[in-house]
């Protein structure tokens, strides 16, 4: 279980934990004795997509979940054994706030400082010392916006946030930081990004399109199948077994969590997606939103307002399907969701959530009243409306009305874009066994579909640790 503790304001996450209880085991062949000191290689349960020259070319998927032994050509026996991955822990070691309160104080007072000394030269140089000081004191209208709405959610923010840190202090889930923790804390060295999953996709739009009939579900199940690569683009692929399987894309290994799906591609290829004729009971989605530093970065890519409205959200959502849209705290996107892009797909809003980002000893990653950025985020939550009113698809099933203003806490991945699960927290607004879909996805979950051009970034083994595990 994700939720840790569960009070009136919302939810305390452990975002870690959830990853962990995924099965992320395998099969795994090892090398005899007398072999050991030679490179091994990894024979279970992956396809291997070598290089993207061979567009075409065979790779192969190998599932070994019941072999114990096999034979080589030279008759030497080969031992399987169970090989387990955790997501490494310190990726959610967030100790201190990245800007703590005290540094933020000091700031403003440096600034006090700053402007008893212009206050001198002011009597030097008045006009222009003048002209200055107005374009720092005046707001444009964005900002204003920004003002008020923080001024609206305040003390919801902080109040809430509170009570649910408080318990997992008292529980011991949160732990005050002591100063030799503080001085132990080591670097992180984050996995290179040598797999660009976006590039790939892009260059995925030139191999030669397939009869719509020809894309079926790709289906990963215990028996061994050969696939082409150009399958992995024109399809959903499916892992319907109950073990973890290891993929190879571009010489970079995956983990495919059991009872999982994905689409790897962009925006412009999402028909394998509708071609599925699957309808979904809830929707997540986190486009990737335009803003100044993503433009000046140019590190990532962004969509523009009408290219998020082009999202087949009516051809996809099943009736009543819950909807439920990551944004940031920037007014024009919030107003772009509510005035524009949910009643463009004829869904009616019916609450709006916060996601709380704290240390591990429960402070805000950012002061509250931080003019720039703030330790929280949005989600948008509406239902998909029809035009004639249709019942649930089993009249039995009561789905609980969804309250406002619901606090997700939890403390973040280091790793840009990496959300917490909402799986758990929205379980009781959803049928049982609803089809969940992620839109703009960078990880995989059991049960749910995933979509995106970065769908298996986090599902890099990189992001893993391998645990000792016995031979079987």
């Given at each position: 279980?994700?939720?840790?503790?569960?009070?009136?304001?919302?939810?305390?996450?452990?975002?870690?934990?959830?990853?962990?209880?995924?099965?992320?085991?395998?099969?795994?062949?090892?090398?005899?004795?007398?072999?050991?000191?030679?490179?091994?290689?990894?024979?279970?349960?992956?396809?291997?997509?070598?290089?993207?020259?061979?567009?075409?070319?065979?790779?192969?998927?190998?599932?070994?979940?019941?072999?114990?032994?096999?034979?080589?050509?030279?008759?030497?026996?080969?031992?399987?054994?169970?090989?387990?991955?955790?997501?490494?822990?310190?990726?959610?070691?967030?100790?201190?706030?990245?800007?703590?309160?005290?540094?933020?104080?000091?700031?403003?007072?440096?600034?006090?400082?700053?402007?008893?000394?212009?206050?001198?030269?002011?009597?030097?140089?008045?006009?222009?010392?003048?002209?200055?000081?107005?374009?720092?004191?005046?707001?444009?209208?964005?900002?204003?916006?920004?003002?008020?709405?923080?001024?609206?959610?305040?003390?919801?923010?902080?109040?809430?946030?509170l009570?649910?840190?408080?318990?997992?202090?008292?529980?011991?889930?949160?732990?005050?930081?002591?100063?030799?923790?503080?001085?132990?804390s080591?670097?992180?060295?984050?996995?290179?990004?040598?797999?660009n999953?976006s590039?790939?996709?892009?260059?995925?739009?030139?191999l030669?399109?397939?009869?719509?009939?020809?894309?079926?579900?790709?289906?990963?199940?215990?028996?061994?199948?050969?696939?082409?690569?150009?399958?992995l683009f024109?399809?959903?692929?499916?892992?319907?077994?109950?073990?973890?399987?290891?993929?190879?894309?571009?010489?970079?290994?995956?983990?495919?969590?059991?009872?999982?799906?994905?689409l790897?591609?962009?925006?412009?290829?999402?028909?394998?997606?509708?071609n599925?004729?699957?309808?979904?009971?809830?929707?997540v989605?986190?486009?990737?939103w335009?803003?100044?530093?993503?433009?000046?970065?140019?590190?990532?890519?962004?969509?523009?307002?009408?290219?998020?409205?082009?999202?087949?959200?009516?051809?996809?959502?099943?009736p009543?399907?819950?909807?439920?849209?990551?944004?940031?705290?920037?007014?024009?996107?919030?107003?772009?969701?509510?005035e524009?892009?949910?009643?463009?797909?004829s869904?009616?809003?019916?609450?709006?959530?916060?996601?709380?980002?704290?240390?591990?000893?429960?402070?805000?990653?950012?002061?509250?009243d931080?003019?720039?950025?703030?330790?929280?985020?949005?989600?948008i939550?509406?239902?998909?409306?029809?035009?004639?009113?249709?019942?649930?698809?089993?009249?039995?099933?009561?789905?609980?009305?969804?309250?406002?203003?619901?606090?997700?806490?939890?403390?973040?991945?280091?790793?840009?874009?990496?959300?917490?699960?909402?799986?758990?927290?929205?379980?009781?607004?959803?049928?049982?066994?609803g089809?969940c879909?992620?839109?703009f996805?960078?990880?995989?979950?059991?049960?749910?579909?995933?979509?995106?051009?970065?769908?298996?970034?986090?599902?890099?083994?990189?992001?893993?640790?391998?645990?000792?595990?016995?031979?079987c």
């Amino acid at each position: 279980m994700s939720v840790v503790h569960q009070l009136s304001p919302g939810w305390l996450l452990d975002h870690l934990s959830f990853i962990n209880k995924i099965n992320y085991q395998f099969h795994q062949h090892d090398e005899p004795c007398c072999r050991k000191n030679e490179p091994t290689s990894v024979h279970s349960d992956s396809f291997q997509v070598d290089s993207i020259s061979s567009f075409g070319a065979r790779a192969t998927f190998v599932s070994s979940d019941f072999t114990t032994k096999t034979k080589n050509d030279d008759a030497e026996n080969y031992e399987t054994f169970m090989q387990k991955h955790v997501f490494r822990p310190e990726l959610f070691d967030v100790t201190k706030p990245h800007i703590t309160p005290a540094v933020h104080k000091e700031c403003q007072q440096s600034n006090e400082k700053e402007d008893l000394m212009n206050g001198v030269k002011k009597e030097i140089s008045d006009s222009i010392i003048g002209k200055k000081r107005k374009r720092c004191v005046v707001f444009n209208q964005g900002e204003l916006d920004a003002m008020e709405y923080h001024t609206k959610i305040r003390e919801l923010i902080l109040d809430g946030s509170l009570q649910l840190i408080q318990e997992g202090l008292k529980s011991g889930f949160l732990y005050p930081l002591s100063e030799k923790q503080d001085k132990c804390s080591k670097p992180i060295t984050l996995p290179l990004d040598t797999c660009n999953l976006s590039e790939l996709c892009e260059m995925a739009k030139h191999l030669p399109s397939k009869n719509e009939m020809e894309l079926q579900t790709l289906q990963l199940t215990e028996d061994d199948t050969s696939v082409t690569e150009q399958d992995l683009f024109s399809r959903v692929v499916e892992n319907n077994s109950s073990f973890t399987k290891m993929i190879t894309l571009m010489g970079q290994k995956y983990l495919l969590p059991p009872k999982s799906s994905f689409l790897l591609s962009d925006i412009s290829c999402m028909q394998p997606l509708l071609n599925c004729r699957k309808t979904f009971d809830v929707i997540v989605i986190d486009p990737p939103w335009q803003n100044k530093s993503v433009k000046r970065s140019n590190r990532y890519s962004y969509l523009s307002p009408l290219q998020i409205k082009q999202i087949p959200i009516p051809k996809l959502a099943a009736p009543n399907c819950l909807i439920v849209t990551w944004v940031t705290n920037r007014q024009k996107h919030l107003r772009f969701i509510k005035e524009d892009l949910y009643p463009s797909w004829s869904v009616e809003i019916v609450a709006e959530w916060h996601w709380v980002k704290i240390t591990n000893s429960g402070e805000f990653v950012f002061p509250l009243d931080s003019p720039h950025k703030k330790p929280y985020e949005g989600l948008i939550l509406g239902r998909v409306q029809e035009k004639t009113a249709l019942p649930l698809r089993n009249a039995d099933i009561k789905v609980l009305p969804i309250p406002d203003h619901k606090l997700i806490v939890s403390v973040p991945c280091i790793l840009h874009s990496h959300k917490p699960p909402l799986a758990e927290v929205l379980k009781d607004y959803v049928k049982p066994d609803g089809e969940c879909l992620e839109l703009f996805a960078r990880n995989l979950q059991p049960g749910w579909t995933s979509w995106g051009n970065e769908v298996l970034k986090f599902q890099h083994v990189d992001y893993f640790v391998a645990l000792e595990s016995g031979n079987c």
